[in-house]
């Protein structure tokens, strides 16, 4: 079975700071992992995913994130907040002939002047 | 126009009262999905289908059925609405498999009250 877990359901950042959400995974086959972020009010939009490849991915408005297979870990990074940047944020694994996804419970990123 | 879309987008019932909530998609995807959110809790999958003839429960399908009455409409029915089925709803939808082309796209979500 696979599963996700999300460190932290809520994280506060200065604008300009660096952001970190932490994701780990389990999975008994080679995952794709996925961060999807939730705007209010709006359904989510995929940021940026991990398949096969290069480990360090890059996705929209600036995040990143890197695939640690040792750690099984799949945490997003951006450089410097931004006030827009104020949004939930979703991991998520599939492995089971990659049909489904199973997310974290999510985490709030909260971004302050 | 959105790629999927949803009705209603809230709506507000009282226990007992049979619900449905439809989703449509322009998008020609044979994969549609039917998911619900809750605070703290993120988002729980209740029934999938691949195609017209093929329905899957999920992780949570107690209480809700689903008919795919055409590749691009999912409805989803809570046949006696109880308080606990409160959240927020989201159709989503891929063209197949999720990996290197394919990712799913989400619906604007419905909010359902039950009271």
């Known amino acids: 079975a696979q599963s996700v877990t999300q460190l932290g359901s809520h994280v506060s950042v200065s604008e300009g700071a660096l952001v970190l959400l932490r994701c780990n995974y389990s999975s008994s086959v080679p995952p794709y992992l996925f961060w999807y972020v939730q705007y209010p009010n709006q359904g989510l939009q995929l940021l940026l995913k991990y398949t096969t490849g290069a480990t360090l991915v890059k996705g929209i408005n600036g995040f990143e994130a890197e695939f640690k297979k040792s750690e099984t870990s799949f945490h997003l990074t951006k450089p410097s907040a931004h006030m827009s940047d104020a949004a939930e944020y979703f991991c998520?694994?599939?492995?089971?002939?990659?049909?489904?996804?199973?997310f974290g419970k999510g985490t709030m990123l909260l971004v302050s002047p | 126009d959105a790629d999927v879309t949803q009705t209603p987008r809230n709506r507000i019932t009282k226990t007992g009262k049979r619900i449905m909530l439809e989703c449509s998609q322009t998008k020609g995807h044979d994969r549609m999905y039917w998911y619900r959110q809750d605070p703290g809790l993120g988002l729980r999958l209740i029934y999938y289908?691949?195609?017209?003839?093929?329905?899957n429960k999920g992780e949570i399908s107690d209480g809700y059925s689903v008919s795919r009455q055409a590749q691009a409409k999912f409805s989803l029915s809570l046949e006696s609405a109880i308080p606990n089925q409160t959240a927020l709803y989201f159709c989503a939808s891929t063209s197949g498999a999720l990996g290197n082309t394919d990712t799913q796209y989400f619906g604007p979500g419905t909010r359902l009250t039950v009271l």
């Open positions: 289908s691949f195609d017209v003839k093929d329905i």
């Open positions: 998520a694994v599939t492995t089971s002939g990659y049909s489904t996804l199973t």
